[in-house]
């Protein structure tokens, strides 16, 4: 069934005269055969499940969920997931950790949110470790921890364009070395992101944002911590 095209707007003007609820008593004993709930009432009920649709209305879905719950779509992992096929459109939510062994390329045109308190971890010197390709959503706090010990180098790169992202934070938590955090690449246009590094583990950043697109249509606004 597809979403109405109308919304319930039952909401009178709560003056006292066209609207008022009904006691805690009659509404756990419900209507008699004999009574005639008048005109107030209803105006309340009404209006009180207008309220409350349009706000479940504004509440977040997702059609894709990673791991576990029982939705369209369940997977183990965001690598499970790429695997299976992505389609554009498609809302993940990433309910666990997600572990980063090899270099994972985000879809194209996927919104993408990571659930609170969540986050990918990386123990390993990779040359690249996620890329963002084109018309990439990422909601949310999206928090990239690396652990590794030697050299990681580029930890988030955009080889896409028109990618948003809300705030990407990007963690160096050992003595490891990270050479580039942040890298737009060659010709690459219109993206945009707010983002922070914090080196809490004694390593090095070198290079907070490389930019090789020389091109002012990005706009990235990093912070250092």
């Known amino acids: 069934m597809s979403q109405p095209s109308e919304k319930i707007n039952w909401i009178p003007t709560d003056d006292g005269t066209k609207i008022f609820s009904p006691s805690v008593s009659k509404r756990g004993t419900g209507w008699t055969a004999e009574e005639e709930p008048p005109f107030e009432i209803f105006n309340w009920c009404w209006n009180l499940l207008s309220k409350w649709l349009h706000w479940l209305q ?21 690598e499970a997931y790429i695997a299976a096929g992505a389609v554009a459109g498609d809302r993940v939510l990433l309910k666990n950790d997600q572990a980063v062994t090899a270099q994972i390329t985000i879809p194209d045109n996927i919104e993408l949110t990571l659930q609170k308190g969540k986050k990918f971890t990386c123990a390993a010197n990779l040359a690249q470790v996620l890329e963002i390709g084109t018309g990439l959503k990422i909601k949310g706090d999206f928090v990239v921890e690396m652990s590794h010990t030697g050299t990681a180098v580029s930890i988030i790169t955009y080889n896409g364009d028109k990618s948003h992202a809300d705030n990407i934070i990007v963690k160096n938590t050992s003595t490891g070395t990270i050479t580039n955090c942040f890298i737009i690449n060659a010709a690459k246009t219109g993206n945009f992101s707010r983002g922070q590094t914090e080196n809490t583990g004694g390593g090095t950043i070198t290079n907070v944002l490389v930019d090789n697109s020389s091109l002012t249509t990005n706009d990235m606004i990093i912070r250092e911590v």
Do not use: K
């Open 58 to 78: 504004g509440c977040n879905a997702y059609n894709v969920v990673i791991s576990s719950d029982a939705n369209e779509y369940d997977y183990a992992s965001l």
